[in-house]
Structures are given as structure tokens and as C-alpha cells.
């Protein structure tokens, strides 16, 4: 699960965003465990200009990325109600921060709208079953991205770490399992 986890959380207090699917099913959606916080670092130290984040999550992201001069505005699309009503009250007062209830697969930004950083996060966990919504969101958004800015950014929640594991599941298919396999002989 999460690929290799070298650094553990150290023992102390941590906030779990759990959802429940059509079935009753609860899974643990984002935390700020330190695997959480690192695998996000990027996106905040790339934020800049006007920035477009898919899934509000615990809104951890949202904190320092809000503090950042550099940031004229963050845009959130969040597909849950309850999610916006516990998370938004959390978060820092600030007229750079517009949160939408919408479905990033179904929302349009508004005829002209350009954004310098891009964010896709709202996988509970990494499959590769979720390279194929990855690519769509990127391909549909791609034309939103802020092209005249040198530094515009777009990427999902571990996408890179995603194709690697699909590979080595592809690599794992394709090695032919021989039925026999030789033992060295032991010399005397």
C-alpha cells in the first residue's frame, strides 16, 4: 500500500477524513499522516498565481498554499457536502479561497478561465486502475492550464508513483514463469 513507507508518523494526535461508499463501505479518503503531508509538498511549493485543487480532502494543502504571496486565488472542487461543511469551518478566512460543490468530471471553469497550477487529489488510494481517470482529467483540463506561464504545473495525487506500480504489474505478466527450475549442483 503507498509504495515504500520509510518514515513513519511519530506517535502524537491525527486527523483521518473518512467517507462511506453507496454500500455503508468506510475507507479513509486523506489524512496528515507524514506520508500524506510528503506526498503533497509539491504541490504546495509549486502553487502560484491562480491554482485549481480537485478535492478538498482535510483541506491540509490549502493552509500554506493560501499563505503564499505568490497566490492570487485557489479554486477547490469538492464533490461532497459533508466534506465542505466539516473541512471549510477549518479553514483560514481569505478572499483568495473559492470552494465549489461539483464533480471535477462534470465542472467547467468559466469561458477563458486559465489556471498556473493544477492539483488532482481525490483517489482514497494508489492503483493502477486509476491511471485511466488521471489521464481523462488531465486531457480534459489540459486547455486550462496557464501555457503563456513557464512555470504552470498540472499533476494528480501520486501519478508518478501510479505508473510505476502499473509497470512492475505489467513487467510481472509478462515474465514467463518456467514449471522447472535448476538447482546449482553442489560440488564434492
Given at each position: 500500500m503507498y509504495g515504500e513507507f520509510k518514515t513513519p508518523s511519530p506517535?502524537?494526535?491525527y486527523v483521518t477524513l473518512r467517507l462511506s461508499d453507496?454500500?455503508?463501505?468506510?475507507?479513509?479518503?486523506?489524512?496528515?499522516?507524514?506520508?500524506?503531508?510528503?506526498?503533497?509538498?509539491?504541490v504546495v511549493?509549486?502553487?502560484?498565481?491562480?491554482?485549481?485543487?480537485?478535492?478538498?480532502?482535510?483541506?491540509?494543502?490549502?493552509?500554506?498554499i493560501l499563505r503564499k504571496e505568490a497566490v492570487r486565488s485557489v479554486t477547490v472542487i469538492e464533490k461532497y457536502q459533508d466534506v465542505v461543511d466539516?473541512?471549510?469551518p477549518t479553514l483560514p478566512a481569505s478572499e483568495k479561497l473559492k470552494v465549489l460543490l461539483d464533480d471535477i468530471y462534470t465542472w467547467k471553469p468559466?469561458?477563458?478561465?486559465?489556471?498556473d497550477v493544477i492539483w488532482f487529489d481525490i483517489w482514497p488510494d494508489i492503483e493502477a486502475t486509476r491511471l485511466p481517470e488521471?489521464?481523462?482529467l488531465h486531457r480534459r483540463f489540459r486547455r486550462y492550464l496557464n501555457r503563456a506561464n513557464p512555470a504552470c504545473w498540472m499533476e494528480s495525487w501520486h501519478r508518478q508513483e501510479t505508473r510505476r506500480m502499473a509497470r512492475q504489474q505489467r513487467n510481472a505478466k509478462q515474465t514467463p514463469q518456467s514449471p522447472l527450475?535448476?538447482?546449482?549442483?553442489?560440488?564434492?
Open positions: 506517535a502524537g494526535t453507496d454500500t455503508g463501505k468506510s475507507q479513509v479518503m486523506m489524512s496528515d499522516l507524514y506520508y500524506e503531508r510528503a506526498t503533497c509538498v509539491e511549493e509549486r502553487a502560484h498565481g491562480d491554482v485549481l485543487v480537485a478535492g478538498l480532502g482535510i483541506g491540509m494543502i490549502l493552509h500554506p466539516l473541512v471549510l468559466r469561458r477563458g478561465q486559465c489556471y488521471m489521464a481523462r527450475s535448476v538447482q546449482p549442483e553442489e560440488s564434492a
